[in-house]
């Protein structure tokens, strides 16, 4: 339980990070980086999550399986930028890609909690 | 002597002062004076005479000029005297003024002689005496007569020459017009000659051709009778051979269906007979027919393995994109897309077009993807039934062969087992072809899919092959957005130079509404966590 709570603490550290950005604006690694690293945490958060949920009604859930294995192993090709490093459009796009699943995953749980 | 020459002697007796000794001479004078006298008279006489028949001859032909009728006159006087050449006439009649218009200026000349020669004389003698005067002016108005009557012959003369030039004229126009009637008159009687012969030929020509014609016509009329009649009698043999050939077809069709009929009775026959007096030549043929058949079977199962090495290779690609993380990004790609885009239906329902079209593009793809295992699978039964024909068939004949107790259960085995292999024969190549191009379709579906799939998802570009497949796919995708805990976010692409006119620039909305998806999604799992721990 804890560690749902440090993992939430760190989604909202790394939120807090995170800049909104105008049109003109320099593109930093940093933009990038904290969607990156918020995206591998949230991935250790649903798990979390979902093993809270197990534990807690003892129902198993494929379909929230299935989402969080797809999350998992999209976030595993995700990889931090270094500055001056081209960012490609798929850094950009495999961070919602990932997301996606772990929303479909806590909206199946909260439908069965 | 007349009256004035006597007065004029006396005179010249009573009155001359002058000497006696000019009296012979005025009297020799005298005398020679009324010569003169006398004989310019007496020419004038001649002359008034010749003037006279000239006038009444020029008044005829004068009267002749004056009308046209003179002409005809002429002319018929011509042609009456028969004169052929009239120009003989004319001539006489030219000569004949000129002649007198010549004696005529001999006269003149004689009488210009004349008054000169008096002249001379009263210029000599007129300043001598009175009488010699009184003389000499006689003279000179009997000159002056002359000279009138000279000036009017030779008016006369000329109008005779003028009325001879137009007679002449006249008449050569006449001769010329004569000639012209003549000529027209032997043209003409020529022409009558000529025309009846013509109108002869004509005629016979427009005879010839209405007989030709009519001969043509009759000719139709006879060939036309005859092609009638040939038709009548040609019409029942070409009805017959209509019959013929519509009774030959179907002849031949039921000669094919007898011939089929036969040819499963002497196969049957043939095993019948096999079976009962042990005929090794039929079963030779038999034989020679099983080798065929198996020899397709070879055949046939070398297809079989080649097609079962595509279906192998495709199955391995769908099993290694359903279970193999090598081919994650297809198959996971897929069905996260199907479960994001069920999940977009049963939460956002701004987002149904979207997700209809996505979904539609997903079943696409899954359709295309099943149907060609589906129909590898079809022709798999086939073959599979093929060989087991070919076994059958095989078994039945080879153990006929070799203990010679085929049975009839055999036969209608065999038999059935030959209607397979027939009708497996003939589906086979078109399923084949269908398979083939099903696989082909299949593998480059796959390709384009693997591609873009690599192309969006994996980092290294270097395994990404078809370029354009790619851009389509991706082109399609880009139709595609997330609502990400209640922010619609968008994916954002890159393409190679060659497609710059798909090119995406990363706007920067893109990545603010990823942030707001961040903190929305922070805020569902607060909610999640603080439920669990309720």
Redesign the interface.
């Given at each position: 339980?804890s560690s749902?709570?440090d993992l939430?603490s760190s989604?909202?550290n790394?939120?807090s990070t995170?800049?909104?950005?105008?049109?003109g604006?320099e593109?930093r690694a940093e933009?990038i980086n904290s969607?990156i690293r918020?995206t591998k945490t949230?991935v250790e958060?649903?798990k979390a999550?979902y093993d809270?949920?197990v534990s807690?009604t003892g129902k198993k859930l494929p379909?929230v399986e299935?989402?969080i294995s797809?999350a998992e192993?999209?976030s595993s090709?995700l990889?931090e930028v270094m500055s001056l490093e081209v960012?490609?459009?798929?850094n950009?796009?495999?961070?919602?890609?990932t997301?996606?699943?772990?929303?479909?995953a806590?909206?199946e749980?909260?439908k069965n909690? | 002597m007349s009256f004035t020459s006597a007065a004029l002697a006396k005179n010249l007796l009573l009155k001359s002062s002058v000497g006696r000794r000019y009296v012979s001479n005025i009297s020799d004078l005298s005398r020679s004076a009324d010569f003169i006298r006398r004989l310019p008279t007496k020419k004038l006489i001649e002359a008034y005479r010749g003037t006279d028949n000239i006038s009444r001859r020029l008044t005829l032909y004068k009267s002749f000029t004056d009308t046209s009728r003179n002409l005809d006159s002429i002319a018929r006087q011509i042609q009456l005297s028969k004169t052929k050449d009239s120009s003989k006439a004319l001539d006489a009649l030219r000569k004949s003024p000129l002649k007198v218009q010549l004696d005529l200026i001999k006269g003149i000349d004689q009488t210009a002689l004349i008054k000169a020669y008096v002249l001379a004389i009263k210029d000599v003698q007129l300043g001598d005496s009175y009488p010699i005067a009184v003389r000499g002016k006689l003279l000179v108005d009997s000159f002056r007569v002359l000279d009138a009557l000279r000036r009017s012959i030779g008016k006369r003369l000329a109008d005779l020459s003028k009325t001879a030039d137009v007679l002449l004229r006249q008449a050569k126009l006449y001769r010329i017009f004569s000639d012209l009637s003549i000529s027209s008159d032997r043209i003409s009687r020529q022409a009558r000659f000529l025309r009846s012969p013509i109108e002869v030929l004509r005629t016979l020509d427009q005879y010839t051709r209405v007989a030709s014609y009519i001969r043509s016509v009759s000719d139709i009329s006879r060939s036309s009778d005859i092609l009638a009649k040939q038709l009548r009698l040609f019409s029942p043999f070409h009805d017959s051979i209509k019959a013929s050939d519509a009774a030959s077809r179907k002849l031949q069709s039921k000669r094919d269906i007898v011939d089929y009929i036969l040819g499963d009775y002497a196969f049957t026959s043939q095993l019948v007979f096999m079976r009962r007096i042990y005929d090794y030549s039929k079963l030779i043929d038999a034989l020679a027919k099983t080798a065929s058949y198996t020899r397709t079977v070879g055949d046939s199962v070398l297809l079989q393995e080649k097609i079962s090495r595509i279906a192998a290779l495709i199955r391995a690609f769908t099993d290694a994109a359903s279970v193999k993380e090598r081919f994650y990004e297809s198959a996971s790609f897929i069905r996260t897309m199907s479960d994001v885009l069920l999940g977009d239906f049963s939460l956002i329902k701004s987002r149904i077009k979207t997700i209809s079209d996505s979904i539609a593009i997903y079943d696409s793809a899954y359709r295309n993807l099943m149907k060609t295992p589906i129909d590898l699978m079809r022709v798999l039964e086939s073959i599979e039934a093929l060989r087991t024909a070919m076994v059958v068939l095989r078994d039945t004949i080879m153990g006929d062969f070799l203990e010679y107790s085929i049975t009839i259960k055999n036969i209608r085995e065999t038999i059935a087992a030959r209607e397979i292999v027939r009708r497996t024969l003939t589906m086979y190549p078109k399923e084949l072809i269908r398979v083939l191009e099903a696989t082909e379709a299949f593998k480059t579906a796959f390709v384009t899919l693997r591609d873009s799939v690599i192309g969006v998802f994996d980092i290294s570009k270097s395994l990404s092959a078809g370029i354009v497949d790619q851009a389509e796919v991706s082109d399609i995708a880009t139709k595609i957005a997330y609502i990400l805990a209640g922010i619609p976010v968008r994916r954002v692409y890159t393409f190679p130079q060659k497609l710059i006119a798909l090119v995406d620039t990363v706007q920067s909305s893109d990545h603010n509404t990823r942030v707001d998806s961040c903190k929305n999604l922070l805020e569902m799992f607060k909610r999640v966590r603080d439920k669990l721990k309720q």
């Open positions: 339980m749902i709570d939430i989604l909202e790394i939120v995170m800049r909104y950005v105008k049109p604006d593109i933009d969607l918020y949230a958060l649903i999550i809270l949920f807690k379909t299935s989402y797809i192993m999209r090709y990889k960012i490609y459009p798929d950009y796009n495999m961070v919602i890609d997301l996606k699943p772990i929303e479909l806590l909206i749980i909260e909690i | -």
